[in-house]
Every structure is written in structure tokens, then in C-alpha cells.
């Protein structure tokens, strides 16, 4: 049997998984990855334990599951986007930025003023999470004055793929979110650099997901398993992957991702930049972009809420627990600001509050309004991106395990949310279709898309309750309200 190895390196976990030429997935392992929080809103990790993850993978399907490298046929990855990573060759890398890290906030600003018309060309708003302005603050407070030159990339899975061929390299889905990329001719922005006085950060080369980036190595191979000269690809940014796994190719397609993080997105050809926090990324599938509305908060309040109220990591006890609480959480309400918000707010100095405490109110409550206010938040940003058109919503990632989870979209959205299977690693497929592409082994992404995606096994439907939708229709009413109420508290 042959296989494809892909790799999608997230921001809690890095997930390996072999992809079969009749589209199954086989040998999956996931690791943990750690995050180190700074006092000044510094968000980052250490690329060499990505590297170690990724050979701790291989060596369970080469070593345990008694996969041979012979059977290999091409690496693709996907992996988080907005970050910054700096590589000087022969040097251990330096902390990776993250693309929550709130630091560049004057930066952006900075940026905005002196180059007022970048987004029209970009795409896309300057704002603190952007790695222009990142790129920015560390030659204002950590680059020596020497000046000499540095490689950066801007998705962990480029720095594997560097590790992995000696290769640097990005694709176009993360260089949209870069602030450096011209939208319209999928090339960087020339001069950018210059004009803001960082000529020594040098840029990747910019490459499709579904072209080759380089090949095993001889270094790659004897620290993985893989043969040498194994074909790596230079696959795409984590919305990218997620965007094709959940088969969303065509424009009118939408559907949400519940990670740490989460964002709801679909297919557009529109180009032109907003000022509410949408962002366009580039499509993997030619002459398509992706309209996508991003949540700092999702998967990771799941977790607070779930260790803070039960004191463990329980999934199942939460769920059991949340059904003790009506829907509504008997009128107590959440805002779930615990990182910042870049969607449908910008204010890195936001904060989470619970509001309509009374004597009444149990713990189960706390547990269903932390949710709720995920979903009010997940709503707000729906009708900003694709307003009342979708028929239905695709659901993937992590989140979507929740029972109760997917009934609250269900329900306040009034749409039926559709949660494919194996939707974990559902990326890992959608970023699996270039590897395909590039094999042979599909024509068309729309016809990976109908064959192993739309056509897989046993989505599972949730449908909306019509007097739970009426209830949340007047609670988020007055959700809406807290924000703007406690802003002023913020500052």
C-alpha cells in the first residue's frame, strides 16, 4: 500500500497521519506541543520540539506500526499561520511568535500611518497579530545592529519542511496573512522591506500547496526514517487545509473550525480589504480566495472552563454537567475574552466576564454560559462573513465532539450543522488533496473534493430546535451589550 505523510502542527497538539490512495486515513498520532505566556502578552514556542514531535511520530509508524519508508510516496503539511520564526542556518532557532502574540500592537499602527494603501494591495487590515508588524518590533527591540540578514518564515509547518529539505519556503495561504503578499498576483509586495527600514529579514520563497518544496535530505532522512529524496511539498497554512477538508470549494460553501482557536470561513472571489476583522486569504484551489472570520477564543475557554469548574480534563463530565443547565444557563452570560479578541472585535486588552450572577446559579450554569458565549461570539462573526444565505454549516475541528456544542450552533444559528467524520483530521485530508494532485492520483481538487470528502462516510446532522432558537434570538440581544458596556473597564 502506498501512503501520503502529512503532518498539521496546531497550537496545543501536531498530528501525524498516513493517507491511503483510497483516501483513508491510517496510523494517526498526536503530541502535545507547550506554549510559554509572557507578563507583556507574549505568546510563543520553541520550534525544536515541533522537530522532535515530527520525529516522534515518524518513529512510531516506521519502528511500532511497521510502516516502511519504501511505502512513503510524498510529505505534505499544514500548520499554524501568522507566526514568526527566524532561521539562521547552523543555529538553534529562537522562540517562535506566535500568531495570537499581541505584542506589535504600535508596531501595526506604525505601519498603518506610513504606509496607509498597503491593505489594498495585501488584502488585509495591519493589526498587532500581522507578522509585518511583528517583523517590525523585533528589529526595534531584538535584532543586533549589525544588521546582517535572517530567513523568516511564517507557518510552523515551514519550518519543518526546512528541517525536513534544507528548503525555505512558504505557501501563498499564509503569505496572505502576512501583510507582504499582493492578493491579486500571489507575489510579495517588492520594496516593503525597504521602505520600512527591515531589509534584513529575508523573505521565503512563495510556492502552491501542491508544489515541491524540496526533498527529504540526507540529515532529514537519518533523523526521521524517510528515504531520502522523498518528495516534500510545500502544502498550506492551517485555513487552507481546513477550508478543502471540509470540502468547501465553491463560492456559497461555509463552514466553522472549533480548535483552540476557531473561525468561521468559505470561498469567495472578492479581494478587497475590510476594516471588521475579515481577513482573505488565498484559496488553494486556483483563482479562489477564502473569506475567513477569526476567534482567538474557542477550544481554549472549552478547556478553562472545563479545569476551572470541574478541576480536571473530563470531557465527558463536562458534557454530563452542562446538561443540568437549560439552554439560556438560567440567564447568566459570558463574554468569552479571555486571550484579547481580533473578531468580531479588535482589542488585544479585552477580557472575560461572567454577567447575571444571582443566588440561584450553579456551577453547571458557568460550565453552559462559558460555551454559550463561544457561540454568541461564533455568531456574531457568521453574520458579518456570509450574513443569512447558507443553507447549512459544515463543523470540524476538535469542538465538534461536543454534543451539546454542536446543538448551541445549531440552535442559534437556526441552520443544520453538519459534523463530517473523522473531522479531527479532516485538515490533515484537505491538505492530503495536494499531495494527490501532485502524485497523479486526482485531477482536480473539485473531484478529490466529491470523491473522498462529500462522498465520506456518515456526516452527523444537528437540526435546530425552533423554541430554543426564539430564546437565544433575545438572550443574544443582550449579549451584544456587554462589550460595548465594559470596554470602557478595559482601558
Partial sequence: MSYIAVFDLGTTAIKGVLVSRDGQLHFGHALPIETKYGYKQEIEQNPEQWWERVQCITRQWFSEDGVSPETIEAVTFS????????IKEGEPATNAILYSDQRAAKEAELIQQKIPQLSEITGNGITSSTPL?????????????????????????????????????????TAATT???????RKWHADLLSLLHIEEFVLPNLLSPE?????????GASQTGFLENTPVLCGAGD??????????ILEGDCYMYLGTTGWIAGPT????????????LAHIVPDLNIGIAPLLNAGNVHDWAMKTFLGCDDYDALEEEMQKSPPGANSLFFLPYLHGERCPIHDSDAKGAFWGIGPETKK???LRAALEGICFSLLQITEMLVGSEVGSIALIGGGANSKTWCQMISDMTNKTVRVPHNTEYLPSLGIGATAFKYLGWTENYRDFVEEYIASSANSVNYYPNAEHHELYAELYKKYKKLYPSMEKMYR
Avoid: C
Wanted: glycine share 10%; net charge negative; proline share 1%.
Fill in 179 to 185: 501583510g507582504m503578499m499582493n492578493l491579486q498576483t
Fill in 211 to 219: 508544489e515541491k518544496a524540496g526533498k527529504v535530505s540526507t540529515n
Fill in 239 to 248: 485555513a487552507g487545509a481546513s477550508t478543502l477538508g471540509a470540502g468547501a
Fill in 269 to 280: 472571489k472578492d479581494y478587497s480589504p475590510q476594516d471588521n476583522g475579515v481577513f482573505t
Fill in 133 to 173: 508588524a511583528k517583523l517590525l518590533w523585533l528589529k526595534e527591540h531584538e535584532q543586533d545592529e549589525k544588521g546582517e540578514e535572517v530567513h523568516v518564515v511564517f507557518s510552523a509547518k515551514d519550518y519543518l519542511i526546512y528541517k525536513l529539505t534544507g528548503r525555505i519556503v512558504t505557501d501563498i495561504v
Fill in 364 to 366: 453547571a450554569d458557568f
Fill in 79 to 86: 500548520g499554524q499561520m501568522e507566526d514568526v520564526i527566524l
